[in-house]
């Protein structure tokens, strides 16, 4: 068992900082048009309580229903179409939790307003949803209320989501899968910036998706993880910014599971993240399930709940590859479940712990502690 270890306990101490790797996050989004500029094929209006939803010249919805609006202006586009067409809504209303707008391929969607979710429901409804489609993209949405879902799409290619603001009482922010049919992947996805607020559930969670490009996920006082990746691979993320994200839980800021990171039967490096913060909450970082491929260049964890840090049941994973800080709340733990092969591979490095703890049990497979600075902080590894 390959095993190195180099702690440096004292207050004050001064360590050379080895870089293993340099992550680059995805490319600068380009600065986002303001809501409802720019060319579009059909559009949904209010005006005093009525909506009317246009393609062109032609009314296709007048009424009170902003979903029915918003529904007909999507409908309204081209059938058939093979390039994207757009649809921009101009107004604020309220919608069930058990309805939906769903979008076919090659469909943009700009929401100028804010959708209400109001009621209950059940299933897969989401405001906005689309399943089994390609080249979808929201480019701005501001939900509240109580959705199941606020955007769920699932078996889906080539999604942008841009500006989305969710600000809930209940539900799940946006969830990607594919499990209409696991056996092909949801792909290329980019998320540009998501704020979640106040959700039951996660902020943003994957399953089964090959290709994801996030930006920042914001998750304040949501009920579990702000941002969850399951089975999902290829996945570049600049920044999980987490406050009270699972408190009372075992979820955490940032979690990987199920597998995540795996491909074929192993774990290349193929999961990439610029930063993870996590301030109160259930935990920090949490990788478990046969999940790994991952390198997280920067961590600020503090006071959390649970474990600031937990790595279970995981393989070639790199923790604060760049620089990191724990500060209070539980311990940073590698620990194992019987069920699943042992941790291998991994490599905690370039960290101050402070009011905290350290703890490795079991004993992994080839673990390197490296360059971390403890204060008030104390250790049991391997």
Request: proline share 2%; hydrophobic share 35%.
């Amino acid at each position: 068992m390959a095993r190195r270890a180099s702690l440096l306990a004292a207050v004050g101490a001064t360590a050379l900082l080895t870089v293993v790797g340099t992550l680059t996050g995805p490319a600068p989004q380009a600065a986002a048009a303001a809501c409802g500029e720019g060319s579009y094929q059909a559009e949904a209006v209010l005006s005093g309580s009525t909506w009317t939803a246009r393609r062109g010249s032609s009314t296709v919805y007048t009424g009170g229903d902003m979903r029915a609006a918003v529904q007909a202006a999507v409908n309204s586009l081209t059938a058939g179409r093979t390039a994207k067409e757009r649809v921009v809504v101009r107004g604020s209303g309220a919608m069930s939790a058990g309805s939906r707008v769903s979008l076919p391929s090659y469909t943009a969607l700009d929401v100028c307003g804010t959708i209400n979710v109001t009621g209950s429901g059940s299933g897969d409804q989401a405001p906005v949803y689309s399943r089994g489609t390609r080249d979808v993209e929201v480019q701005h949405l501001n939900l509240t209320g109580s959705p199941l879902y606020g955007i769920f799409l699932r078996n889906v290619q080539n999604v942008v989501l841009g500006q989305i603001d969710m600000r809930l009482s209940a539900g799940l922010g946006v969830r990607i899968d594919n499990r209409g049919d696991t056996s092909q992947w949801t792909r290329n996805v980019r998320i540009d910036n998501v704020y979640v607020s106040g959700a039951s559930s996660h902020a943003v969670e994957t399953y089964g998706v090959d290709g994801i490009t996030i930006g920042t996920v914001t998750a304040r006082n949501v009920g579990e993880s702000g941002l969850l990746l399951n089975q999902t691979i290829n996945a570049t993320v600049t920044k999980v910014d987490a406050e009270n994200a699972g408190t009372g839980t075992g979820y955490a800021a940032f979690r990987m599971a199920n597998r995540n990171g795996r491909v074929g039967s192993s774990y290349p490096t193929n999961i990439r993240v610029g930063e993870v913060i996590a301030r109160g909450g259930g935990r920090g970082v949490f990788c478990v399930s046969e999940s790994g491929g991952a390198v997280i260049d920067r961590v600020t964890l503090s006071n959390t709940g649970n474990n600031s840090v937990l790595i279970e049941n995981c393989y070639n994973v790199s923790l604060a590859a760049q620089s990191g800080t724990v500060t209070g709340g539980g311990e940073l733990r590698l620990a194992a479940r019987s069920e699943f092969p042992n941790n291998r591979d991994i490599t905690v490095q370039n960290l101050t712990v402070t009011n905290s703890a350290i703890r490795e049990s079991p004993c992994g497979e080839n673990t390197t502690f490296r360059n971390i600075t403890r204060v008030n902080s104390s250790q049991s590894i391997c």
